[in-house]
């Protein structure tokens, strides 16, 4: 188990109607860690992923960032989302601002900052994504690969304590997937704790300190990437594994 | 086929009336619109009850009968405004119910993912409406508004019937001098006319300067 736990989810509950899509999941990630969490389509994962920070809400169990339990709708909730970036399989930039206006719009509404100071900050976040260039541009101009990195960039100026991927590559074409995984990478080796709902086993196997297999709303297992992918011990891992390794 | 000519002060005056109704009642209605489309998409259960309450009331009910209702009902309550602020009120409340809901469907047109990722940043309610959502709909509730604010226009022809100096009401000053009540309504009809082009012109306007582009 982690040393110093930054997210802590404890026996959590939700359900979409009848369908109950986490099922008493426990999981913990420590600071600086990085968990990849896979499985099928419907094992509940992005749901996981986004009750972290309350995009969706849960029925049972306790959610603790940072040794804070998770607020209820509200000023403090929004607080605690500031320190928590994601960044969405649709990238969701906002579409009627340009590039910069959407990586400094947080910076001066949440952070306060002044605008000389966010344009400045978002001049180096793009720099770091490789996007400078297109700063006046609007989103429908760029690549979805590109789009993504603004998404990233947009997270990560508000200088979380944590960053969430739900499915950040599941919607780019093959040759953009990777200018995006590169970016995650470099932000996991300069140890930034992430919590990644990917289908890129790649990325879980170089960048993972664990892997976290679910599959119908529970966590089948929760391991290093090498045993993982290796030595998978439940049957429901196998299965997958074998099925999507095999081309 | 004179009576525009002999009688052009009266016409002045009611068409001015008319305007000024419909200018006040429009403001109104769209700060409340406004308003009560953000109860109602609100986190909180109560506004979004409000919000649906009012929608729900002043859509349904008849304009006639809430210009009863205002005019004649809120004076006994001990609250006496003159009749023109009464009929601003009335029409404005009205309209707002249009306005709200052109505004909600312009707001289920965002994709939910835009107040996701604002929310996401920790941008609050208000925040994520104000910078994200509504400039995103505002494109699309251009038309909806324009056609709610030109029914709003001929509508304020009720206040006449509660005398209030207003352009439709001209024509019962008119016929008591004796003059045709063809060409009495035919100048009505180009004074009220020359209003509603003019908000299309407006709205025209907007959505060619921000209209969502196709």
């Not at chain 2, 008319?18 to 489309?37: I, K, Q």
């Not at chain 2, 009120?89 to 505004?103: D, N, P, Q, R, V």
Request: hydrophobic content about 45%; overall charge neutral; proline content about 4%.
């Amino acid at each position: 188990m982690a040393v110093d736990p930054l997210i802590e989810l404890r026996d959590v509950n939700k359900y979409y109607g009848e369908l109950h899509v986490l099922q008493d999941i426990n999981l913990t990630v420590g600071r600086g860690e990085v968990v990849v969490v896979i499985g099928p389509s419907g094992s509940g994962k992005s749901t996981l992923c986004r009750t972290i920070n309350r995009l969706e809400t849960i029925e049972s169990g306790h959610i603790t960032l940072d040794g804070q339990a998770l607020p209820a709708e509200g000023k403090a909730l929004a607080k605690l989302r500031a320190e928590v970036g994601m960044v969405f399989q649709s990238f969701n930039l906002f579409a009627h601002k340009t590039v910069r206006q959407n990586v400094s719009l947080a910076q001066i509404k949440v952070r306060g900052r002044k605008k000389d100071e966010s344009d400045k900050r978002s001049g180096e976040l793009l720099e770091r994504v490789g996007l400078a260039a297109h700063a006046e541009k609007f989103p429908a101009q760029l690549s979805g690969g590109q789009q993504q990195r603004v998404a990233i960039a947009r997270a990560l100026a508000m200088d979380p304590k944590v960053m969430l991927f739900d499915e950040p590559t599941s919607a780019l074409d093959p040759e953009m997937i990777n200018e995006v995984l590169e970016v995650m990478q470099q932000l996991a080796r300069d140890g930034m704790t992430m919590v990644v709902v990917t289908h890129e086993m790649g990325f879980a196997r170089s960048a993972a300190n664990r892997v976290v297999f679910m599959a119908d709303g529970r966590i089948v297992e929760d391991r290093t990437p090498e045993d993982f992918f290796t030595n998978p011990e439940s049957d429901r891992a196998k299965d997958f594994l074998s099925k999507i390794l095999k081309h | 086929m004179y009576v525009l000519t002999d009688n052009f002060s009266t016409y002045v005056e009611g068409f001015v009336g008319t305007v000024e109704l419909t200018v006040y009642a429009s403001l109104l209605a769209l700060v409340l619109g406004f308003l009560m489309a953000s109860f109602r998409v609100a986190p909180v259960g109560s506004f979004r009850v409000f919000g649906a309450v009012w929608v729900a009331v002043l859509r349904n009910t008849p304009l006639t009968l809430l210009f009863f209702a205002v005019l004649l009902g809120l004076p006994r309550f001990g609250l006496v405004l003159p009749f023109k602020v009464f009929a601003i009120l009335a029409l404005g409340c009205y309209t707002s119910a249009f306005i709200c809901e052109a505004l909600r469907s312009g707001i289920n047109t965002v994709p939910k993912g835009q107040g996701e990722a604002a929310r996401s940043l920790g941008m609050s309610f208000g925040q994520t409406l104000n910078s994200v959502v509504l400039p995103q709909a505002f494109r699309s509730v251009i038309p909806p508004v324009g056609s709610t604010l030109i029914a709003l226009a001929k509508n304020s022809a009720i206040a006449g019937a509660f005398s209030v100096t207003e352009l439709l009401g001209t024509y019962k000053t008119l016929n008591e001098l004796g003059y045709s009540i063809i060409w009495t309504f035919v100048w009505i009809a180009l004074g009220y006319l020359i209003i509603t082009l003019t908000i299309s012109a407006i709205f025209n306007y907007m959505e060619k300067r921000w209209g969502v582009a196709r």
